[in-house]
């Protein structure tokens, strides 16, 4: 398997702060009942269990398949944390096509799927760690519409996904049974374009409370996109799409 990076963090296992050796590798599918091992034991732990959409391996083998990789951290030889992409392609998995993308859009689509770092581990900002490896991994391979879908309740997930650069630009029900998805849960559609630059500043912003959505949806509609959180008050800052006062350069995506 290959190995993407290495180093140290901090283990709080226990209640005690403790320097820990990790890796992150590449997984190949031998590893992925460690992967359903450390999903389990996330789920089981969670207090608010809609907040997660559990995978099976079967996701993972089929995703695999069509060049979708899971990145694991190990620290001891356990895996500790673990990011899930995929290149659904056409398929009706895209989340381009919950935002109406073309698709031109969704032949170049990647998406950010699941992504845990285990208790004793957080607070090293491995999510952030890992996106950046996979983003980088993404451009390899030639793709460069890059989404995600955040629950309105995990704050901590939405700040991670959005220091990527990633905007909210959608907000509806995802991963229910009904055609509609009426029964589904809540959650944002993330979305970046690589090539594109990074604006840093709009000039037209309003500020919505997470658990607010019949704003949101309205603000979305209208043209507005989710462009900072504020973790602290469970809010988030959207901008005028086309209110962009400060432009920051790209860093060097081509397509080749
Ligand atoms: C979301 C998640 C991956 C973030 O982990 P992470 O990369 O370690 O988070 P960060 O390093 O950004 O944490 C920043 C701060 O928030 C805290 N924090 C992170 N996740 C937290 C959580 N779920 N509950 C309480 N505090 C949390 C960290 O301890 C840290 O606090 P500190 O600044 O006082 O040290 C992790 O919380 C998790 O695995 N959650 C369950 C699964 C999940 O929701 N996955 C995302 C959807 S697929």
């Known amino acids: 398997m290959k190995l993407i990076d290495f180093g140290k963090l901090v283990s709080r296992a226990e209640g005690q702060k403790k320097e820990k050796e990790y890796q992150i590798l590449m997984l190949d599918d031998s590893k992925l009942d460690d992967v359903m091992k450390l999903q389990d034991l ?8 809609d907040i997660f959409a559990t995978d099976t391996k079967e996701d993972y083998l089929k995703d695999m398949k069509q060049g979708g990789f899971v990145l694991g951290v190990y620290v001891d030889n356990e895996l500790i944390s673990y990011r899930y992409v995929s290149f659904p392609g056409l398929t009706e998995k895209n989340l381009g096509l919950d935002l109406g993308m073309p698709p031109e859009v969704l032949l170049h689509s990647a998406n950010l799927e699941t992504t ?18 996979a983003v980088d991994l993404i451009k390899e391979k030639g793709y460069y519409h890059v989404f995600s879908t955040v629950s309105p309740k995990n704050v901590f997930s939405l700040a991670n996904v959005m220091s990527a650069e990633l905007k909210v630009k959608g907000l509806k029900k995802k991963y229910g049974q009904m055609p509609d998805n009426s029964d589904g849960k809540w959650r944002f559609i993330l979305h970046r374009d690589l090539q594109e630059e990074v604006c840093a500043e709009y000039s037209k912003l309003i500020t919505l409370s997470l658990t607010d959505f019949h704003s949101q949806v309205k603000a979305l509609n209208g043209g507005y996109i989710g ?7 469970q809010k988030i800052v959207y901008a005028e799409n086309n209110s962009c006062s400060l432009i920051l350069p790209n860093e060097g995506f081509s397509l080749t």
Do not use: A
């Open 227 to 233: 462009h900072e959180v504020d973790k602290t008050d």
């Open 42 to 49: 996330i789920y089981s732990n969670l207090r608010d269990k």
């Open 116 to 133: 845990v770092v285990h208790p004793d581990f957080r607070g090293n900002k491995l999510q952030k760690m890992t996106l950046d490896f």
